[in-house]
């Protein structure tokens, strides 16, 4: 008999890596997948419908809204982003683990409907580095550059309605932290208690 899956949320401010560890984790993972989001902001090179995201415009997206489609939603830089509510109960019943890569309102939200959420926040081990990460994507001007800064400045003093804190400064220890995460609460009495029912029935008999 195995267990429902454990929800997670993982927040960061951008350039944190957030993105690349989760990947990581969830290819090093079993029974662990992420969820893929809905956003209205537009593709940029190299992602992929259905892989990064769900590419909708802003009135499809209101609609999944009004027919409460989302377990969360929020508004980033001008653009909407949701998670889709049925496939993530879906995963969990099925005792798969689920990671919502989002920022710290939607990781708020999501912990005030499912209090059993476990929240992770990656921050960066300083600021200089954070800057030079997001001057390395080549994507964005200047202006851009220095309004993420001063997001991200913001975002990282939401650190404390996480439940982990992990620095990614060397990313391989970074993401044996994350597995640890992953592994300790697959390891809880909760978990365990579904998973190894056959075997306490046997031993307690």
């Not at 984790?25 to 902001?41: A, G, K, Q």
């Amino acid at each position: 008999m195995s267990s429902t899956g454990t929800l997670y949320t993982v927040s960061a401010p951008s350039g944190a890596g957030k993105t690349t560890l989760v990947a990581a984790l969830v290819e090093r993972s079993t029974d662990l997948l992420v969820s893929v989001s809905h956003t209205t902001r537009a593709i940029r090179p190299g992602e992929e419908e259905g892989v990064d995201y769900h590419f909708i415009d802003e009135k499809t997206f209101m609609d999944m809204l009004d027919r409460a489609d989302f377990l969360e939603h929020a508004r980033v830089f001008g653009n909407l982003y949701g998670t889709s509510q049925l496939w993530v109960e879906e995963q969990l019943r099925a005792g798969i683990d689920v990671i919502l890569e989002i920022d710290w309102q939607g990781a708020q939200q999501v912990k005030r409907l499912r209090p059993a959420t476990r929240a992770i926040f990656i921050l960066p081990p300083s600021r200089e580095t954070l800057l030079q990460r997001l001057t390395m994507r080549g994507q964005d001007d200047d202006g851009i550059i220095a309004t993420r800064m001063a997001e991200a400045v913001q975002e990282m003093s939401h650190y404390v309605t996480s439940d982990f804190l992990i620095v990614n400064d060397n990313f391989e220890q970074a993401l044996v932290d994350m597995q640890s995460v992953v592994y300790s609460q697959r390891l809880s009495t909760e978990k365990q208690r579904e998973t190894l029912a056959p075997l306490l029935q046997q031993l307690l008999a």
